[in-house]
């Protein structure tokens, strides 16, 4: 550790799975943090989340592989099936030969439990110190560093800022005005017991059922003792960015018409939660002086490659090392930052948004999706994946 970043610090406004890995990619560089956080204390809400290898190879580089490893399910296969019919269209192995061609597994996990795996790694680490209930108001940039103002006028300063702040990020509305493209696809998630999932449904994989302009996902979570249920659907209202409780009656209404089999599923959440999804248009600049941005705060995502936290984990790890790279000059590692990551997670984001399409496809687009992967190898679906999965330390700066 050099002097030089022995006196540098940095803010990381957001302590979610993005703000939390941007603080422990900067500790590892002996770059003090001090992490602003909204809510009243430092938690992650939600149900489960799916883990590629890239994830687990940045996890690694963050020191909380191992963690996260011991709360995750291991899955056997990714399986997509016709909702309508009940027919597989396709099945990727990612079993051994998958470990082997990726250097990771593929994993599912409560959301809280990866939070908590990189929370368990940062927070006793005398470099950071977490202040919550602080919700940015300004933040203005000078020779001299950046200054942020919370709602209550108390003020903070360091060397730079790194918004992680989410899809409404406050960092990035001081860099970028626009706003949030709503996408008019209505998440629910909800978490069910093994003993109430259906018994022919309790499979070791992601099962996705793609039906017309809508389609549902479960998994196991925690050892298989509760399985994550995630129902998407094309809105037929005005919607608008946001969180609420959901009801079942609007689920049925958007999946009439698809087989009893998955359907079944729809009765077991006795409680949902109802998300609005949005997403961004690709920019070309994420930094300004020494303020970026990292996560949802910088490229909010659909969820249709289960993406969106392996791709700020990633980004976190980005961040860190070129910060190394740069000698610890944060306007010059933040410029390298963003260009070797807006290109990869815009191919992400613009991948998602197409493979949602294919999900929801009806009529001829529907029987041209089922024979898109009729034939194919195993290894063929892995080279398709490969500019995905990948993603290691070993080439994570390459641009």
Partial sequence: MTAQNQEQSIIVVGGGIGGLAAAQALTQQGIAVLLLEQADHIGEIGAGIQLGPNAYAALDAL???????????????????????????????????????????YGVIHRADIHLSILEAVQNNPLIQFKTSVCIKSLEQDADGVTLVDQNGNVYHADAVIGCDGVRSVVRDALHGELPRVTGHVVYRAVVDEKDMPEDLRVNAPMLWAGPRCHLVHYPLRGGKQ???????HSNQQE???????SKEEVLSYFEGIHPRPRQMLDRPTSWRRWATADREPVD???????????????????????????????????????????????????????????????????????????????????????????????????????????????????
């Fill in 63 to 105: 020191g909380a592989g191992p963690a996260a490893r011991s709360r995750s399910v291991f899955t056997d296969h990714l399986i997509m099936m016709d909702a309508v019919d009940a027919h597989e269209v396709a099945r990727i192995e990612v079993g051994q030969a998958f470990r082997e061609r990726f250097g990771n597994p």
């Fill in 285 to 399: 600049k994420w930094s300004e002086g020494r303020v970026t941005i990292l996560g949802d705060a910088a490229h909010p995502m659909t969820q249709y490659l289960a993406q969106g936290a392996c791709s700020a984990l990633e980004d976190a790890v980005v961040l860190g090392q070129a910060i190394k790279h740069c000698n610890f000059d944060l306007a010059q590692a933040f410029h390298l930052y963003e260009t070797i990551r807006i290109p990869r997670t815009a191919r992400i984001l613009w991948s998602a948004r197409e493979m949602g399409r294919l999900y929801h496809a009806k009529g001829v687009e529907r029987q041209v999706r089922n024979q898109l992967w009729d034939g194919r190898t195993q290894e063929q679906f892995y080279d398709s994946l490969q500019w995905l999965y990948g993603w290691s330390l070993n080439n994570c700066m390459k641009h």
């Fill in 240 to 246: 608008e960015w946001g969180v609420t409780e959901g």
């Fill in 227 to 233: 399985y994550n249920l995630v129902v998407t659907f």
